[in-house]
């Protein structure tokens, strides 16, 4: 069983908005920080944003800072994505992932993402120009 499933994914246009949902399940979802990555295609895999258990510590790529917000509900075991002002760059698999700050410390340790041990199979987000 995948412990991460996300959704929210689809077709929109240039300048227009989504917003990315992660689901987990089968682990003490407020012990984990959360994020998101993201994979065009023909290119690496990349960090997009990440965010804290509990002090609300996030982390933006320069790429996305001022046009996405990343929150969680903890009472939900949930995740968000909001994402506007989306450009065709934009494009890729979205993956929702988890890093256990129990083993990695706080995310303030990093510079950018703790490491992640739990992944999601992906949500696409296709933006046309």
């Known amino acids: 069983e995948v412990p991460l499933v996300e959704s929210g994914g689809g077709l929109v246009q240039a300048g227009g908005s989504l917003r990315l949902s992660c689901v987990g399940s089968?682990?003490?979802?407020?012990?984990?920080?959360i994020g998101w990555f993201r994979q065009a295609p023909g290119k690496e895999r990349e960090g997009v944003s990440c965010i804290n258990n509990y002090d609300g510590l996030t982390y933006y790529s320069d790429s996305v800072k001022g046009r996405f917000t990343i929150s969680r509900d903890n009472a939900k075991n949930t995740a968000y994505l909001q994402m506007n002002s989306l450009k065709p760059e934009d494009t890729g698999v979205y993956y929702c992932a988890a890093a256990p700050l129990t083993i990695y410390g706080s995310m303030g340790d990093y510079e950018g993402c703790p490491p992640m041990d739990y992944w999601g199979k992906g949500t696409l987000v296709t933006v046309s120009s």
């Open positions: 089968g682990f003490r979802f407020d012990d984990f920080a």
